[in-house]
């Protein structure tokens, strides 16, 4: 099983990322997908969820506007597309998979620095 973060960066205030969550080991389309950030002394936070088939999504008030949580079972793949970054946007970013009474994943992070 594995949960796999790629697409964090450095990027200026104002810009735009998108990050990619790949799954594999286990039938990611039946498992509803979350992006959590947590940054240095806070607590991890969730970001944007997303149903397995992807009907359904849902953001932290902090986010909303501007992010957008997406996803392509085919590819086995969430996508978090982050436009008008913050610098308190800065954070590592987690994958979380989940269906409830089966099971659940997190991915090891990937690193989002906003700033000039």
């Known amino acids: 099983v594995q949960v796999v973060e790629s697409g964090g960066g450095l990027v200026q205030p104002g810009g735009s990322l998108r990050l990619s969550c790949t799954a594999s080991?286990?039938?990611?389309?039946?498992?509803?997908t979350s992006w959590y950030r947590q940054a240095p002394g806070k607590e991890r936070e969730s970001v944007a969820t997303i149903t397995s088939a992807g009907i359904s999504t849902n953001y932290a008030d902090s986010v909303k506007g501007r992010f957008t949580i997406s996803r392509d079972n085919a590819k086995n793949t969430v996508y978090l597309q982050m436009n008008l970054l913050k610098p308190e946007d800065t954070a590592m970013y987690y994958c979380y998979a989940r269906r409830p009474g089966v099971d659940r994943y997190w991915g090891q992070g990937t690193q989002v620095t906003v700033s000039s």
């Open positions: 080991g286990f039938t990611f389309s039946s498992y509803a």
